[in-house]
């Protein structure tokens, strides 16, 4: 489920579990509050089950109930002191958590999805082209990049003495789902059949693909596949072509899909 809509979804929960526990009579402003703060927290915990968000995402939704119910609480305490005006103190605290939940929905949205197009190549610059600025994932290092560039070094000099010839149309479409077709001719022009064709989708820097597809040969050295982007934003697409389970050719390009 969207992180925006768990948040802002909580957060009416939070508003109307604290007015409904309001009809309980003799029910204290401090335990309606905690009602209010722990039920939707405790909803929340119990739908991401299975499929953990990051850590930040947590504490966000954490802090963002807990404070919404603090806010609830005040604001019934100092209506309950003061019966005429409200006093310019909890109206400062009001805005307060209100700016808190404003800032940290923009961070959220940021770092998921960038900054706006418009803003990301204002601020950062791109000489005309598409800017993604969302956190894209980690790298991991380790003993095995040196092997990993000896084998990307190997795998090239495979493929510059097989000489296929690949070409693939049908990826820089419009519409979340794009029909892809690949031809793979060898060096005399001839089609290449009885290859297994793949294509990995993945954000930069992720250190595994979001989707992996793989393509239905229609016939000698045509295949096709409909590729669904999940989301927008800068992508990877890793174009493999394997047979007997050894891979023959690798490519690797990039789409943006605003």
Known sequence: MNTMTTLFGGLAAVFVL????GAVRGLPPMLRAALAGLIP???YFALIVGHWPRLDVVAIHISVFLAAALVLFALTQFRRRDAG????APKLLTAFFIGLVLINASLLYIANKGLPEPIARWWL??????VYSGFSGVVAHGQGAAKAVSSALSEAHRESQL???????GLDGSGDTRQLQLRVRDRTGLPVDRVEAELR?????????ALILPMSSVEAGVYVGALKVPA???WL????????GEVHYHGTQELVVP
């Open 85 to 88: 005006r409200m006093h310019w």
């Open 163 to 169: 000489g296929w010839q690949v070409e693939m149309s």
């Open 232 to 234: 927008a934003g800068r």
């Open 41 to 43: 927290l405790v909803a």
């Open 125 to 130: 610059g791109g000489d005309g082209k598409a």
């Open 18 to 21: 604290y007015v409904a526990a």
């Open 201 to 209: 989708l993945s954000r930069p820097g992720a250190a595994a693909p």
């Open 237 to 244: 697409v890793e174009l493999r072509l394997l047979r007997d």
